[in-house]
Structures are given as structure tokens and as C-alpha cells.
């Protein structure tokens, strides 16, 4: 089983959660008595006292065994260990549920890695789900990190108080749709935090139908320092695949969750962590959440780019200046109008300052305005663009790098390399890919990344003089071309056959990189 981890690490001095309860545990408080904790040959010196147990780890492979217990498991379970401990390292947690198994049931289908913080005080490892796959859990293996002084003061298997009613999906206040394991609880229909990381399970979701993969945050607007991932977790998984939320401070976060289709049988449970500690009595950001079949709630756009619409815009000559909209997981947007703001030195040269975004921009929708400008002189010119809309306030700025134009060229001809001398061979990876257009139609959303050349058709010699003669004066001395050949037949040579039959060919020399993908 692929692991599905979610970890929390906080101060131990704030209160467990009223919402969670002991499913099992071990105080670790009596000096002599190791209460059935097994410790490996690589655990020594150790020493069980009223203070936890205190041990070293100068081994590779420190092992803790905790005793046996028998646990029906669900996906509301946490294992919480409260530690302290010399340095920061990585360690190992593994379960066991059949005996009948590789290692005594503990094996590396059945592992996660988790981090173990550098701490004087008592601190909380909070690991959430884990063992949702096994039905039973009888036993849990700790591996601590090498090379540490460790204090262990307890261990426990923790659950969420979860409502039998299952959620609907529809849109609810956190509080109605949530249930706190860790780092927070529930204060009348709010979810306050209790101090460190915040662990959040939905109720189980009853079927869903249509399919409804996408997950609506609406947020407060003090959200500033809060980040979140989200991951729905279910019975029929072995693996989570959390997705970042981007919190909209007084807005809306639509968060797309792979693993959806878990829901369709009514034990789907999406999972919320926040990734930094809350401060204790502070309110979760989180207003309301719901599932949904399409992005939902307050639509907001995403600039997708703002810069030159040129990979190198001369001065004295017309460019334009691009803002790429784009809906990547927001409501329809509609009514949207664009004021871009110039400094001195860059003219408009057509239309006004003012584009309104004509039509509605759904999920995935992407959309160009433009404004013709010209600069007199070389230099950075920042640029800045407003967006409006309804309910919509939003800011973005670039800088333009206008350059000065080239001189003293021969129409019709590459000027001749003047090669830069260094002390190192140094070459470049040749793909050659990109002889048709189609070939540049994977770059037509992303302008700054068109080359200097355009789109360029790549076997043409004089293509091939160019790069030769930008590669030699910065240093290159070689092209690594990569070299399609299976069983005689050869695929995307004509970047080696231009150079074959280049002007310049003599200033760079090539080597063949077989790319023996078949």
C-alpha cells in the first residue's frame, strides 16, 4: 500500500481536542518500566524514567517496538507521538494488521517517513491517515532518527468525533461539514484553533451524483499566512494526492481533487491540513466549503502572463504590451475591463487604456488583450494592469525590458561569428523538434518563451547559422544533438543535416547524444 500521510507537529501545552478521543495510549511516566515498548540493539543507553524515556540512537536502524493491541481501524485515526528531541531527522513509522506477512507483518508497503522536529520541549508528530486499507490494526513500529538524544513521553491512537450524518456536499459553515482531530476545535459554528497544525476531516459523503471532483473554500478575509492542501481519502485508496489550496482572502478557492470517484460509494472523506501552525484561540480561515461538478462561488481571474508580446522588444519600433487571462478554477467571469497604466517614456500608440474582456471566461478559458506601444530609448519600463469587475479589484505589474535594436547588419546574411575564447568545452543539449508548426503550437500560450528567431523552421541552414553564431560568442563550443536511430532508420535528423550543410558550421563543433528510446 502507497502510504497516505498527513503530519502535524505542535507544543504540547494546549488541551487535546474535545472533538478527538483515546482509542489507546501510553504515558510514558514510571521510571523502570518500559510498559511493553520493546527497544532494538541500536536503542542504547536508555533509561525509562518519570519523565519519558530518554534514549540514544548512535545506530543505523533505531527500532521501537509499542505492544500489541487489537483496533478496528477508519480513516478518522491518528497516531500522536509526543517527543523531544536533540536534532531534526527523518524517522519511520510502520503498522502491521496480519501476522502472516514478510517481517512479522512489518514491511515497506506498509511505511511512512515522517519528520521529527529539533526541540527542548515537548512537541506533538501528529500522522493522519495511515492504515485506512487494513481492517484491523495490531500493532505499530517507531523508528526514530539516528544519532539523536530522544525523550519519549507518550504514544497515542487518536479519533475524531465524527457526526453520523453524512454530508451532502452542499455548502456549509466548517464547523457542519468538518471534524477536528488536531490543532483545533468546535466553538459554536466556527472551528477555533488550539495552538500548531490543523488536522480536518469531513463526514462521510453520501453518493454523489454527477461526479463532483471539485472542492469550494470560501475564505475571510484575514487569511494572510494560512496555507492549506486538501485530499480525499476513502476505504477504496492506497493513496492520497494532496492539492494546494490558494486561499482568496474575502473570495472563493476552487481546489480540483484527484480521487473523486471514491465518493460515489458514500465513505468518501475529504481531508483539510493546514501546512503552518495557527496561533491558539484564532479562527480557522475557512467560512464555508462544498462539493461541486465546476468551479462555484466568487469568480476571480488568474493573470496567466503580463510582459511584451515580443521575446525582445526594440526600442524605435511598434510592440505591444499582452495581459493573458486565464480561468483556471474560478466561477464564469464576465463583465471583466483591463485599465493598464504606462510610465513616461512608453507610448500608447492606438486605442485607449481601457480593454473590456468581451464574453463570459469559463474553467479553462484563456484570453489576449493587447496595447500597441513604442519606446523611445532602451530601459525598464514597469507596467501595471487593473482588472474590475464585479466584485473583482484586482492588480498585477511587470517590467518591460526594451532593448536597443541591432545595427550595421547586411540584409539577407548572418553577420559572422566572433567567437568568445574561454578555458572550458562547454556544449548544449540539441532537441531537434521543431520543424512544422504544429511542432510550436504546444508554445502558443506562453509568449515569453518564444524564441528570438520566432517559430522558426529548424532544418533550414541559415536557422543553423544563427544559433551557431549567438552559441560561439557566448562561450558554446559545441551543439549535443540528440540522435534518433533504430535498426538503420533515422528520425529527426534534420537539425544535424542543416549543421552538415551551414555556412558556419566551423565555429562549433557537434557531438550525436543516441537517443535510444526504443
Same mark, same amino acid.
Given at each position: 500500500?502507497?502510504?497516505?500521510?498527513?503530519?502535524?507537529?505542535?507544543?504540547?501545552?494546549?488541551?487535546?481536542?474535545?472533538?478527538?478521543?483515546?482509542?489507546?495510549?501510553?504515558?510514558?511516566?514510571?521510571?523502570?518500566?518500559?510498559?511493553?515498548?520493546?527497544?532494538?540493539?541500536?536503542?542504547?543507553?536508555?533509561?525509562?524514567?518519570?519523565?519519558?524515556?530518554?534514549?540514544?540512537?548512535?545506530?543505523?536502524?533505531?527500532?521501537?517496538?509499542?505492544?500489541?493491541?487489537?483496533?478496528?481501524?477508519?480513516?478518522?485515526?491518528?497516531?500522536?507521538?509526543?517527543?523531544?528531541?536533540?536534532?531534526?531527522?527523518?524517522?519511520?513509522?510502520?503498522?502491521?494488521?496480519?501476522?502472516?506477512?514478510?517481517?512479522?507483518?512489518?514491511?515497506?508497503? &506498509?511505511?511512512?517517513?515522517?519528520?521529527?522536529?529539533?526541540?527542548?520541549?515537548?512537541? &506533538?508528530?501528529?500522522?493522519?491517515?495511515?492504515?485506512?486499507?487494513?481492517?484491523?490494526?495490531?500493532?505499530?513500529?517507531?523508528?526514530?532518527?539516528?544519532?539523536?538524544?530522544?525523550?519519549?513521553?507518550?504514544?497515542?491512537?487518536?479519533?475524531?468525533?465524527?457526526?453520523?450524518?453524512?454530508?451532502?456536499?452542499?455548502?456549509?459553515?466548517?464547523?457542519?461539514?468538518?471534524?477536528?482531530?488536531?490543532?483545533?476545535?468546535? %466553538?459554536?459554528?466556527?472551528?477555533?484553533?488550539?495552538?500548531?497544525?490543523?488536522?480536518? %476531516?469531513?463526514?462521510?459523503?453520501?453518493?454523489?451524483?454527477?461526479?463532483?471532483?471539485?472542492?469550494?473554500?470560501?475564505?475571510?478575509?484575514?487569511?494572510?499566512?494560512?496555507?492549506?492542501?486538501?485530499?480525499?481519502?476513502?476505504?477504496? %485508496?492506497?493513496?492520497?494526492?494532496?492539492?494546494?489550496?490558494?486561499?482568496?482572502?474575502?473570495?472563493?478557492?476552487?481546489?480540483?481533487?484527484?480521487?473523486?470517484?471514491?465518493?460515489?460509494?458514500?465513505?468518501?472523506?475529504?481531508?483539510?491540513?493546514?501546512?503552518?501552525?495557527?496561533?491558539?484561540?484564532?479562527?480557522?480561515?475557512?467560512?464555508?466549503?462544498?462539493?461541486?461538478?465546476?468551479?462555484?462561488?466568487?469568480?476571480?481571474?488568474?493573470?496567466?502572463?503580463?510582459?511584451?508580446?515580443?521575446?525582445?522588444?526594440?526600442?524605435?519600433?511598434?510592440?505591444?504590451?499582452?495581459?493573458?487571462?486565464?480561468?483556471? %478554477?474560478?466561477?464564469?467571469?464576465?463583465?471583466?475591463?483591463?485599465?493598464?497604466?504606462?510610465?513616461?517614456?512608453?507610448?500608447?500608440?492606438?486605442?485607449?487604456?481601457?480593454?473590456?474582456?468581451?464574453?463570459?471566461?469559463?474553467?479553462?478559458?484563456?484570453?489576449?488583450?493587447?496595447?500597441?506601444?513604442?519606446?523611445?530609448?532602451?530601459?525598464?519600463?514597469?507596467?501595471?494592469?487593473?482588472?474590475?469587475?464585479?466584485?473583482?479589484?484586482?492588480?498585477?505589474?511587470?517590467?518591460?525590458?526594451?532593448?536597443?535594436?541591432?545595427?550595421?547588419?547586411?540584409?539577407?546574411?548572418?553577420?559572422?561569428?566572433?567567437?568568445?575564447?574561454?578555458?572550458?568545452?562547454?556544449?548544449?543539449?540539441?532537441?531537434?523538434?521543431?520543424?512544422?508548426?504544429?511542432?510550436?503550437?504546444?508554445?502558443?500560450?506562453?509568449?515569453?518563451?518564444?524564441?528570438?528567431?520566432?517559430?522558426?523552421?529548424?532544418?533550414?541552414?541559415?536557422?543553423?547559422?544563427?544559433?551557431?553564431?549567438?552559441?560561439?560568442?557566448?562561450?558554446?563550443?559545441?551543439?549535443?544533438?540528440?540522435?534518433?536511430?533504430?535498426?538503420?532508420?533515422?528520425?529527426?535528423?534534420?537539425?544535424? &543535416?542543416?549543421?552538415?550543410?551551414?555556412?558556419?558550421?566551423?565555429?562549433?563543433?557537434?557531438?550525436?547524444?543516441?537517443?535510444?528510446?526504443?
Amino acid at each position: 500500500m502507497t502510504a497516505i500521510l498527513l503530519v502535524a507537529a505542535m507544543a504540547v501545552g494546549q488541551a487535546a481536542s474535545d472533538n478527538a478521543r483515546v482509542l489507546w495510549e501510553r504515558e510514558l511516566d514510571r521510571a523502570g518500566d518500559l510498559q511493553g515498548l520493546e527497544l532494538n540493539g541500536e536503542i542504547t543507553p536508555w533509561e525509562a524514567t518519570s519523565d519519558g524515556l530518554i534514549m540514544e540512537t548512535p545506530g543505523a536502524d533505531p527500532i521501537i517496538y509499542l505492544p500489541e493491541f487489537a483496533l478496528a481501524t477508519s480513516p478518522y485515526q491518528a497516531l500522536e507521538i509526543t517527543y523531544e528531541c536533540s536534532g531534526e531527522g527523518r524517522g519511520e513509522i510502520f503498522y502491521a494488521h496480519d501476522r502472516n506477512t514478510e517481517y512479522g507483518g512489518f514491511s515497506g508497503a &506498509k511505511r511512512i517517513e515522517v519528520g521529527f522536529e529539533e526541540t527542548d520541549e515537548p512537541t &506533538k508528530l501528529t500522522v493522519w491517515p495511515f492504515w485506512i486499507e487494513a481492517p484491523e490494526l495490531i500493532q505499530v513500529r517507531i523508528d526514530p532518527p539516528s544519532g539523536v538524544r530522544l525523550t519519549l513521553h507518550a504514544v497515542r491512537i487518536l479519533e475524531a468525533r465524527v457526526d453520523p450524518a453524512e454530508w451532502t456536499g452542499e455548502l456549509a459553515g466548517p464547523a457542519d461539514a468538518l471534524n477536528p482531530l488536531s490543532g483545533a476545535e468546535i %466553538a459554536g459554528d466556527s472551528l477555533v484553533a488550539t495552538g500548531g497544525r490543523v488536522l480536518l %476531516a469531513s463526514s462521510h459523503i453520501g453518493p454523489l451524483s454527477p461526479l463532483t471532483p471539485w472542492l469550494r473554500t470560501d475564505w475571510s478575509r484575514d487569511t494572510e499566512g494560512a496555507t492549506w492542501e486538501a485530499a480525499v481519502v476513502g476505504p477504496a %485508496a492506497s493513496s492520497a494526492e494532496w492539492r494546494a489550496i490558494e486561499p482568496q482572502p474575502g473570495g472563493t478557492a476552487n481546489t480540483w481533487l484527484p480521487g473523486a470517484s471514491t465518493w460515489l460509494d458514500g465513505r468518501g472523506v475529504v481531508v483539510l491540513r493546514s501546512t503552518e501552525s495557527l496561533d491558539a484561540g484564532s479562527r480557522l480561515p475557512i467560512s464555508a466549503l462544498a462539493l461541486s461538478p465546476e468551479p462555484s462561488g466568487k469568480p476571480h481571474p488568474t493573470v496567466v502572463f503580463l510582459g511584451s508580446d515580443d521575446p525582445m522588444p526594440r526600442a524605435g519600433t511598434e510592440e505591444a504590451v499582452l495581459l493573458r487571462l486565464g480561468n483556471i %478554477a474560478s466561477a464564469p467571469i464576465g463583465g471583466l475591463s483591463a485599465f493598464l497604466t504606462l510610465p513616461d517614456g512608453l507610448e500608447l500608440l492606438d486605442g485607449s487604456l481601457r480593454a473590456d474582456l468581451a464574453g463570459t471566461l469559463v474553467h479553462g478559458d484563456v484570453r489576449d488583450l493587447r496595447w500597441p506601444v513604442r519606446a523611445a530609448a532602451p530601459g525598464d519600463y514597469p507596467v501595471s494592469v487593473r482588472l474590475l469587475g464585479d466584485e473583482l479589484d484586482v492588480s498585477e505589474e511587470a517590467v518591460l525590458r526594451i532593448t536597443e535594436g541591432p545595427t550595421g547588419l547586411t540584409p539577407g546574411r548572418v553577420p559572422e561569428p566572433e567567437p568568445l575564447e574561454t578555458d572550458y568545452d562547454i556544449g548544449v543539449y540539441y532537441f531537434p523538434g521543431w520543424n512544422t508548426r504544429s511542432s510550436w503550437e504546444v508554445l502558443d500560450l506562453f509568449a515569453e518563451r518564444e524564441p528570438v528567431l520566432g517559430y522558426y523552421r529548424e532544418g533550414l541552414p541559415e536557422i543553423v547559422d544563427w544559433q551557431i553564431l549567438w552559441a560561439a560568442e557566448r562561450g558554446v563550443r559545441f551543439f549535443a544533438y540528440d540522435w534518433y536511430w533504430d535498426r538503420g532508420a533515422q528520425m529527426l535528423d534534420h537539425g544535424i &543535416k542543416a549543421y552538415l550543410e551551414s555556412e558556419y558550421r566551423e565555429y562549433l563543433d557537434f557531438c550525436l547524444l543516441w537517443a535510444n528510446h526504443n
